[in-house]
């Protein structure tokens, strides 16, 4: 697929009936295979085409990367409080009227997918952005400048039960959603939305033990079990440790109960806004608990995932 011409067209229209893809019910499309991972839609793949080609990246940007349903959001919350926290009191904080959708955009859902050039210039400085793309696939400038890249992952069960549980959501057209059987098949053999799951998260973790100084790596439930040594880390990442003042005055604390996700789930914006694509707010938050797998697969199921993910990451050092 040749550089520089519109997404559109002919060429993309070959590119797509080249592409693996996998179907649903009605026969239409869900998911297309493209450089490896699975792309959610015509639409997404045209986008994340249209940011491949075209984003430049910044050396002061931050990227925000996960694999959907990993703890996007909370990251998102986390990260524009802690860049933003010298410009607003915190009890004044956008975050308490936004959502962290809006506040942080998903590169390819919500800027190149209303347009293939968006203007990202004007963009606050600096600019935080998320994507859900596997590393290999970043554009180049992501991976060659001096950006700044934070990764969350999550325990692929819970991670499998939220995707579930989220796709419940999206406006089905006439298609009936898989039951929860038929999804786990599906995730089983990588068939999701930006999966296989552990190509996902092995890139990331490869990235951060070649590059720690690009690419931080975070898993959603040390997040859960300590997440005020997680704020720190996070801003000693970002070039914007706490001073002792902040410290003494709680603030890494105050962050941690504004992003927390008992304070997120009961605002206003959050239980009654809806994403410009429809999709409810409150979809982004709906138990946020460790271990919630439990009460929806079956322990054979359970045993199953364990083993393919244990052979999956093997000797890589990282459990689930
Ligand atoms: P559950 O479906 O298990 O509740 P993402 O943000 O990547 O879409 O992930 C959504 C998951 O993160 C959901 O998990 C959601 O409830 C949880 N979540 C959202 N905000 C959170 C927060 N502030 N703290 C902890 N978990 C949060």
Redesign the pocket.
């Known amino acids: 697929f040749s550089i520089g011409e519109e997404e559109k067209g002919d060429e993309f229209q070959e590119l797509l009936l080249a592409l693996p893809q996998q179907r649903n019910r009605n026969g239409s499309t869900s998911l297309y295979l493209y450089q490896g991972f699975w792309c959610p839609s015509e639409a997404t793949l045209k986008a994340i085409i249209s940011f491949q080609r075209h984003f430049q990246a910044q050396e002061t940007d931050l990227i925000l990367a ?13 990260a524009f409080m802690i860049v933003n926290r010298a410009r607003c009191a915190l009890n004044e904080s956008p975050l308490l009227t936004t959502s ?2 809006e506040l942080v955009p998903t590169i390819e859902f919500d800027l190149y997918m209303r347009s293939q050039c968006p203007n990202l210039e004007d963009l606050p400085c600096p600019r935080i952005l998320s994507t859900h793309i596997p590393f290999a696939s970043l554009p180049g400038s992501i991976k060659d400048s001096k950006c700044r890249i934070v990764y ?1 992952c ?1 325990n692929p069960f ?2 499998f ?3 579930w ?2 796709l419940l959501h999206l406006p089905h057209e006439n298609v009936e959603p898989l039951s929860l059987d038929e999804s786990f098949e599906l995730f089983c053999k990588g068939v999701h939305a930006f999966g296989p799951f552990w190509d996902h998260v092995s890139g990331f973790w490869k990235a951060s033990l070649e590059r720690p100084d690009k690419v931080l790596f975070f898993k ?1 439930e040390d ?2 079990a300590d997440i005020i040594f997680h704020i720190k880390r996070l801003a000693e990442f970002l070039g914007l440790p706490f001073s002792e003042e902040e410290g003494k005055k709680g603030v890494i604390e105050e962050i941690s109960r504004l ?7 009961d605002l206003e914006v959050n239980k009654y806004g809806k994403q410009v694509y429809g999709t409810p707010n409150s ?7 460790v271990g ?1 797998w439990a009460n929806h697969l079956t322990p054979a199921m359970a045993e199953c995932l364990k083993k393919l993910i244990e052979g999956k990451f093997g000797a890589s050092g990282l459990t689930f």
Do not use: I, N
């Not at 992003?259 to 789930?265: A, M």
């Not at 979809?283 to 608990?289: C, N, T, W």
């Open positions: 996960s694999s959907p349903k990993s703890g996007t959001t909370w990251l998102k919350a986390l962290p959708q969350v999550r819970d991670q039960v939220s995707y549980h989220f959603y997040m859960k992003c927390s996700f008992e304070t997120l789930k979809a982004f938050f709906r138990k946020g608990k919630d």
